[in-house]
């Protein structure tokens, strides 16, 4: 199972950008989905989860601003980022809980990260 993360870039502060994340292999469930991010010199923080109802939860830093959604039949979750702020700045990782596969169950798994660069 892998995880691919796109949509990363450089914006203007007030600015938007759109995550993607999808989900490969022989994938006939996850549990959750979500969004962390990791700024420089920080550990690595929850922005947003989705679960398999699409009941969301958001980082009190991004609410409001930032939308996650899913797409169960494509194994797919995305961030909505709007009014993009300095602080928003830094390397955006999804995830995924409790996937199972035809072969196997993966308790959690990692996308590769995708930088998110807001200049002010």
């Known amino acids: 199972v892998q995880l691919q993360a796109s949509g990363g870039g450089l914006v203007q502060a007030g600015g938007s950008l759109r995550l993607s994340c999808a989900a490969s292999?022989?994938?006939?469930?996850?549990?959750?989905m979500g969004w962390y991010r990791q700024a420089p010199g920080k550990g690595r923080e929850m922005v947003a989860t989705?679960?398999?109802?699409?009941?969301?939860d958001y980082s009190s830093s991004v609410k409001g601003r930032f939308a996650i959604s899913r797409d169960t039949g494509r194994n797919a979750v995305y961030l909505q980022m709007n009014s993009l702020k300095p602080e928003d700045t830094a390397v955006y990782y999804c995830?995924?809980?409790?996937?199972?596969?035809?072969?196997?169950?993966?308790?959690?798994?990692w996308g590769q990260g995708t930088q998110v660069t807001v200049s002010s």
């Open positions: 995830n995924a809980l409790n996937v199972a596969t035809t072969d196997k169950g993966y308790p959690e798994v």
């Open positions: 292999g022989s994938i006939f469930s996850i549990r959750a």
């Open positions: 989705i679960n398999r109802r699409h009941e969301t």
